[in-house]
């Protein structure tokens, strides 16, 4: 349960389900990696930490005792962000996976980098982001939604509307300027706009892009495109809650979805059970130039509905990159935006 008026029914004291606080632990591009003993099943995989929850734990409190035993490290301090709920349904037994980002500080992790073993004598150590996601196959088949997850940038920027540029070059010139390896959720709110989308692909290959479900339809039968620069296809709000969930026809690439309220979030819930879904766009956060009559959830309200979740949040609206702090101690993975991301 949150805080507020939305609730979570996590079943914790069901007798099918078992419930596994994950520890996704990151300090800047590095994240702590155990691996499993070689008796264990999937012995020799590499694994976050963590372990059952009790019926007695929540699962935060659950997380802390279990990296505590398993590592000897204290994270009451740090911050915590849940990251989603992983379902895996096996027939006679549900398991679920409450998987959390916790951030080390500085001291620990200049305390573990050079350890070798944790309190159970399982291997230890510290892996960047691009060489975790490049050995996939070395983790159990279960890990394979969180491996999804540590694609996420810390900052999306979302592109103006074509209309704002007085010519198609105006746009193509902003966006091909982005710093090195930037995400970039295109919305140019134009029909012909494919000559553009391939412009930009071409122009910048590091670029890592959100499109639409329309755009995407549009480049992904071009020729020499580096289509695996698409991580994404984004759902609107309207597209999100008019989505058939019996008849799903989606493309292969993971969706974003935009949310604003606890229906959409339980719309989304249901889609992330049938087809991948990376993450959602929870807003407004705060008040905006582009939607100024929408009301603004506040930080409290997002961490409430952000709970609700099982897949990680990225925080919109009102926002800048200097408001990711604040986000991951309100249930936000990343943050996205426009004027304040270029």
Known sequence: MTNGNFKVNLDLDSNKTTHVAVAVFRHGDEFLLARRHTHQHQGGKLEFVGGKIEQSESPISALIREVDEELGLDIHGNVITKMGRIWHDYGDKVVCLHVYQVLLTDDQYIDFRDRKLGCDGQEIGFFKREDILSQKQNF????????????????????????????????????KNLPKNSTLLVRTKDS?????????????????????????RKVKDGQNLSLNQIIAI??????LMNINLSELNLPHPPIIASCHDI??????????????????????????????????????VFEELAEV?????????????????????????????????L
């Open 192 to 216: 012909d706009n494919e000559d553009l989308l391939r412009l930009l692909i071409a122009a910048r290959t590091d670029l890592r892009l959100v499109l639409s479900l329309e755009d995407w």
């Open 263 to 300: 229906n959409s979030l339980i719309k989304a819930n249901e889609l992330a059970k049938l087809h991948p879904v990376m993450a959602l766009l929870l807003s407004p956060v705060k008040p905006t130039a582009t939607h100024p009559d929408a009301s603004a959830l506040g930080w409290k």
């Open 234 to 239: 984004r759902l609107t709000h309207h597209e």
């Open 140 to 175: 159990p088949a279960a890990n394979a939604a969180i491996l999804a997850w540590l694609t996420l940038p810390d900052t999306i920027t979302i592109s103006h509307e074509l209309r704002y540029f007085n010519n198609k070059t105006g746009w193509l010139d902003c966006y």
């Open 309 to 341: 979740s099982d897949v990680p949040v990225i925080g919109l609206g009102g926002l800048s990159p200097d408001d990711l702090s604040d986000a991951h101690k309100h249930g936000a993975v990343a943050v996205a935006g426009i004027r304040e991301f």
